[in-house]
């Protein structure tokens, strides 16, 4: 068994290979790939596409109904990342050249365990958990989790590849995975509408699980190496999830403090800037294993500079387009989404939001691979982060509605950029001047960005709070209850 996996390179660990991969990996057409620029141009251009599905979503659906779409995503995507760390373990033993290809096989193995006990651990609790809902339909959650789940067992080699900075091989095999969120996903959703979107993803990614990421050799199930694996990989999982969780807890926050029709308007915002931040955490994927390689060949504090170069250039670089686009927002959306143009201040506010986030989202695979203490610090870090959000969309909401809740979404982003300097200077990657230097730098953007923001914004945050109160003891909106985020509501009805 070993010497047959000795005898084999991470490219032919799938069966991509036996169709043809390596003689297109030879052919000097394709020899850009090879480039980190081409998967960064790639996946963004591959993002804007999939980003028609969150663009046509809004146009066909109502609101209420657009947040049962939403929860939706939410479910596939976390279950996408159900690999229990495996990927960041890729990072740890493959990124310094630890690695080899038996481990790869073994980690492509647990992907599959992972896949088929999840399945049939945790989605017919989920379905019978959410049968009840009027949110999301039975049928339509579990398609979106098996779905999530096979795209967690085709990710395997992308991860591998990208680890052993086979950029070549990452590129090519990770926008033929993301591809199916573009034009299948969006003829899914025209088709059959969320149902029909969920089951394109499904099959999309099924066919390549089995296609790519079948291990090469033997497929003997060793329980005990998988279970070292997982148990090796878990306190990195738990900080990378929880990183995915508090991306999402803004929705669930709102889903549960506002009514149906008015979660539906927060998440038409939140969708928006998740696109944004989406697109930031797949290109630094090309990124960030160079620069974590960087640092452990670097004495400590050696790259404080390039890490801090990358961020406020970064920052520059999703800020100077927003603060230029946030005048013309407002007519694009009554425009392109007059069902959603209630979500109009909510939405400029989240757009501004999702610049610290896109920022931290390029930032954390860093800090996570480099932490030896994982449990502990996911605690230190995130907890403060989702004790602001939620107590900031919480208080916000009762002041200001969903303009409070999208407020609070600001301050907690806010608050995880500095708690993550700080983690850079304890981790030896910042040095204390580039740590305070990052902190002050997002925090005053971020503030000129709220502050141009608020120009915009429909309604004054000071006259806002007070029709909120009135409206909320004495105008009952159409389903005969008073509306839990305050949304003015005769433009509610303006929207029928």
């Not at 959603?340 to 931290?360: E, Q």
């Not at 902190?439 to 005053?444: D, E, L, R």
Request: net charge positive; hydrophobic share 55%.
């Amino acid at each position: 068994m070993k010497s047959d996996l000795n005898s084999t390179s991470l490219a032919e660990t799938n069966k991509l290979s036996a169709f043809g991969f390596t003689k297109l990996r030879a052919a000097k057409a394709l020899a850009f790939l090879s480039n980190p620029a081409s998967y960064a141009v790639g996946t963004s251009v591959l993002t804007l596409l999939s980003a028609g599905t969150a663009f046509v979503a809004p146009m066909v659906l109502a609101p209420d109904a657009f947040g049962a779409f939403a929860l939706l995503t939410t479910f596939f995507q976390l279950a996408a990342r159900s690999d229990l760390g495996l990927s960041q373990l890729a990072d740890r033993e493959l990124a310094f050249g630890g690695g080899d290809d038996i481990r790869g096989m073994e980690i492509l193995r647990a992907r599959w365990f992972l896949g088929l006990a999840f399945a049939v651990l945790f989605v017919p609790p989920a379905i019978l958990w959410l049968g009840n809902s009027a949110d999301v339909q039975p049928l339509d959650t579990a398609i979106a989790l098996l779905g999530g789940l096979l795209a967690m067992i085709a990710v395997g080699p992308v991860t591998l590849y990208r680890a052993s900075s086979r950029i070549w091989e990452f590129t090519a095999t990770a926008l033929i995975l993301q591809a199916g969120m573009t034009l299948p996903r969006l003829f899914g959703i025209l088709i059959g509408g969320t149902t029909g979107c969920y089951a394109v993803l499904l099959v999309w990614y099924g066919f390549f699980a089995l296609l790519i990421a079948r291990p090469h050799g033997k497929i003997g199930l060793r329980l005990k190496p998988m279970l070292t694996l997982v148990q090796s990989a878990l306190p990195l999982f738990v900080f990378s999830t929880g990183w995915m969780v508090y991306l999402f807890a803004s929705r669930w926050i709102s889903s549960a403090i506002s009514d149906p029709w008015d979660f539906g308007l927060f998440a038409f915002g939140a969708n928006l800037s998740y696109i944004v931040i989406g697109t930031i955490g797949a290109v630094s994927q090309a990124f960030y294993p160079k620069v974590l390689a960087e640092i452990g060949r670097s004495p400590k504090g050696a790259c404080s500079g390039l890490v801090l170069r990358q961020a406020l250039y970064l920052s520059l670089v999703l800020g100077i387009p927003l603060a230029i686009a946030l005048p013309a927002s407002p007519y694009l959306i009554k425009a392109l989404f007059p069902l959603f143009f209630s979500a109009t201040d909510a939405t400029l506010l989240l757009a501004v939001a999702a610049v610290p986030l896109s920022v931290a989202t390029w930032l954390l695979p860093m800090s996570i691979a480099l932490s030896k203490r994982p449990g502990r610090d996911v605690i230190l870090l995130l907890v403060p982060a989702f004790a602001t959000l939620y107590g900031g969309m919480f208080f916000g909401n009762l002041w200001f509605g969903l303009i409070g809740q999208a407020i609070g979404t600001i301050v907690s982003a806010i608050v995880f950029i500095v708690l993550l300097s700080a983690f850079f200077v304890v981790q030896h990657v910042l040095n204390r001047w580039s740590a305070v230097a990052l902190a002050v730098g997002m925090s005053a953007l971020v503030g000129l960005l709220t502050f141009e923001a608020a120009l915009f914004l429909k309604q004054p945050l000071v006259a806002l709070a007070t029709i909120q109160n009135e409206s909320a003891r004495i105008i009952p909106n159409e389903f005969g209850s008073n509306s839990k985020s305050g949304v003015v509501l005769p433009e509610r009805r303006l929207i029928f």
